[in-house]
């Protein structure tokens, strides 16, 4: 069953952002899954959710988020999200 991760992203460092997406993409590829949007111009129709730029990422299961998530390739790339943005990250199962 597909799995969704939600991001509302906010980059304070593009040049020093795209590292991390350099050293993720591969990663994100490895493990089966899509980049299916990147949205830096979302419009809020209801409620006060804004996010300056929204990534939604496909996996094949919950479980392969997790396993990216809290893999040992993925650590030092969090580190780095961290360093040149703030994210607010999200994920869910599709029925």
């Known amino acids: 069953m ?3 991760v939600v991001i509302d992203l906010d980059v304070a460092d593009a040049e020093g952002f795209q590292q991390y997406i350099d050293g993720v993409t591969p990663l994100i590829d490895k493990v089966g899954a899509r980049n299916i949007l990147v949205d830096p111009g979302t419009e809020t129709l209801e409620g006060d959710w804004n996010p300056p730029t929204l990534v939604i990422h ?10 990216f ?15 040149y943005s703030t994210v ?5 199962e599709a029925n």
């Open 58 to 67: 496909e996996f094949p299961s919950k479980q392969a988020v997790l396993d």
């Open 69 to 83: 998530w809290n893999s040992p390739e993925y650590e030092p790339y969090k580190d780095l999200r961290r360093k």
């Open 2 to 4: 597909s799995a969704y």
């Open 88 to 92: 607010k990250v999200v994920v869910a």
